[in-house]
Structures are given as C-alpha cells and as structure tokens.
C-alpha cells in the first residue's frame, strides 16, 4: 500500500469521482452529481486543498481531501478533513483509518493543532473518527419549511 499526494491530473479525476458517490458520503442528503462535486471541492483545491490517495498495484483504493483554514471562532489556523472515500470491496482494511493518520501527519507537520472534519449522522466513519479522538463540536439542524 502506498499512501501519496493526488497529482493534479488524478485530483480532477477524485473530484469527478466524489460526484459520483456524494449520496452515499452524505447519507442520503445530497445527490450524485459531478457539476456538485466540482462547485464544493474546486474551491478546496484552489484554496491550497489536495486529495492523499491510497493506491495498491495500480488500483485505487480511497481518498482523503484535506486542506488548512483560518477558524475566526477561535482564531487559528485549522485543519480541515473535507472528505474521505473508500470504496466498499476495500472497506474493514484499515484504509480510511491510514489515511486519516497520513492527513494527520500533514497537518502535523505545518504546526497545525486542531483538526475539524463534518460526519453525517448515520455515516460508519463516525466510529473511526472518535477512535482517533475526534470529539462531537456543534451539531447542525435543518428545518424544511413547506
């Protein structure tokens, strides 16, 4: 296995991707779409963003999307887990766990001290990331007015 940067090439063929998985990512709550993936992940990317690719002989094997941003609510500089994707013949190997480890590192490594990443409810990752010592922040609430 080898965990590394996503040239620019293979970021704009992830991000395609993360369209096409976006409703199963968010549980439900958005809908697979490429153009949506690209309006919610470009910015990311040009924002200084970059996807960690886990690939094993030439396969693909997931992703983890990371970027650092100014938190002016508590005024420093965070790390952001944007979105993490392993696909299911994959999945229970360790994979997403590695590459949020890798992430971490990263965000280590530029002095970085507070990590925030977004879970759906009902999305398993949930249990991964309190097993790397995420801890629940806010939760967001949604009215739908008919």
Known sequence: ?????ATQEE???LIQLSGKVMKE???GYAENSVQNAYNLFMPVIQNGGYFLIDIEQGRLRGWILLV???NTVKGQVMGNLVSVFVFPKYRKSGIARKLAIAAINEFRALGITTIQLNVFNGNPSRILCENLGFEPVSTMMELNIP
Do not use: D, Q
């Open 1 to 5: 296995m080898a965990i590394r940067r």
């Open 11 to 13: 970021a704009n063929h």
């Open 25 to 27: 990512s968010s549980m």
């Open 68 to 70: 650092t941003n100014f």
